[in-house]
């Protein structure tokens, strides 16, 4: 199994500035793609930002120009740096990532597939 764990999210006042993290651990035989979405109260979760294996990048026009994906490949972790925070960047961040696994079944045997994971969120409030 492959787990995804982020961090770096908190309280910062709008104007400032933010570094999420998204750390992917597990049987991972390599990484599609990952991404951020964010749900704020009352919302729909949307894609903030997302990466390719070959380091393409894509955001939502809200974010452009303000936040930043990356990903070091060695360490199979994602990174969100995000300045110039507004109020409306309030929301829960989630991490993403479609990948490749090595998982096991109950018999006791192995296999390799596709997956899709998801992390459990972090809190990111814009005070303004």
């Known amino acids: 199994q492959v787990q995804l764990v982020e961090s770096g999210g908190g309280l910062v006042q709008a104007g400032g500035s933010l570094r999420l993290s998204c750390a992917a651990s597990?049987?991972?035989?390599?990484?599609?793609?990952m991404g951020w979405h964010r749900q704020a109260p009352g919302k729909q979760r949307e894609s903030v930002a997302s990466?390719?294996?070959?380091?393409?990048?894509n955001y939502t026009d809200s974010v452009k120009g303000r936040f930043t994906i990356s990903r070091d490949n060695a360490k199979n972790t994602l990174y969100l740096q995000m300045n110039s925070l507004k109020p409306e960047d309030t929301a829960v961040y989630y991490c993403?990532?479609?990948?490749?696994?090595?998982?096991?079944?109950?018999?006791?045997?192995?296999?390799?597939?596709?997956?899709?994971?998801w992390g459990q969120g972090t809190q990111v409030t814009v005070s303004s």
């Open positions: 993403n990532a479609d990948l490749i696994e090595r998982g096991r079944r109950s018999s006791g045997s192995y296999y390799i597939a596709r997956a899709n994971y």
């Open positions: 597990g049987s991972i035989i390599s990484i599609n793609f």
């Open positions: 990466i390719t294996s070959r380091g393409n990048t």
